[in-house]
């Protein structure tokens, strides 16, 4: 199984760009988020989805959209990026929320510039 | 708002040292869970505790969780290279999300 996948590993944003960060996952798990993790900072909740067609904010969503119309896919949106959004992102999933494992994806560390 | 904190920030140990990290929750936990990340990757699950009190252990690591279900550690007995990277606690609230601390990054001297 692969597990999480995100794509794309790298990229270079300027000031105003759009992009869409994705996320899927082969494990059938219910729950999936996404966390941005800034220099030597821990991990800041940004979306999670409890499940197909549901999602909520987490501590830092402003900036950002999701939408979860599968169980496999949550893709992470930033409109108008900024400065502030450099970072590196990581999405994961598990199978009971807080219950159980997070599984995380590789990353994707994103410049804005 | 939900605050995981936890100390040191870093600590730089010669190998064969023991190894503690402390975490604390501004609120009551149902369970906490540990994780490592080794630089440039992703963080890895360790374990997870959900009694109050609760004490694992896996080989050199020993991770306790508090009797207030608010605080936890992990400690590592005589620290090898391979320990090196950044351990994070994760505490559980509301039972679908989990707070991050701000890690503890742990340097292995050989």
């Known amino acids: 199984n692969a597990g999480v996948t995100q794509t794309p590993k790298f990229r270079i944003l300027k000031i105003g760009q759009s992009m869409t960060l994705q996320c899927t996952q082969d494990?059938?798990?219910?729950?999936m988020y996404w966390y941005r993790q800034d220099p030597g900072m821990g991990l800041k909740l940004i979306y999670y989805?409890?499940?197909?067609?549901?999602?909520d904010k987490g501590e830092v969503p402003n900036g950002y959209n999701v939408s979860r119309s599968t169980t496999e896919d949550f893709p992470l949106r930033l409109e108008l990026a900024a400065p502030s959004q450099t970072s590196v992102y990581f999405c994961?999933?598990?199978?009971?929320?807080?219950?159980?494992?997070?599984?995380f994806g590789n990353g994707t560390r994103l410049t804005v510039t | 708002g939900q605050q995981v904190m936890q100390i040191p920030q870093y600590q730089h140990v010669q190998e064969g040292e023991d190894f503690t990290t402390y975490c604390n929750s501004s609120?009551?936990?149902?369970?906490i869970q540990w994780y490592k990340q080794r630089p440039g990757g992703h963080p890895v699950f360790l374990i997870q505790?959900?009694?109050?009190?609760e004490v694992k252990k896996q080989k050199r690591l020993t991770f306790q969780f508090g009797e207030a279900k608010k605080n936890s550690s992990l400690h590592i007995t005589a620290t090898q290279t391979t320990d090196v990277g950044t351990y994070f606690c994760?505490?559980?609230?509301?039972?679908?999300?989990?707070?991050f601390g701000t890690g503890t990054s742990l340097t292995v001297i050989p």
């Open positions: 494990m059938n798990h219910n729950y």
């Open positions: 994961a999933s598990s199978s009971q929320g807080g219950q159980s494992p997070l599984h």
């Open positions: 609120t009551t936990l149902s369970n």
């Open positions: 989805s409890v499940g197909a067609g549901i999602t």
């Open positions: 994760a505490g559980d609230v509301t039972g679908n999300q989990f707070y």
């Open positions: 505790l959900v009694k109050s009190g």
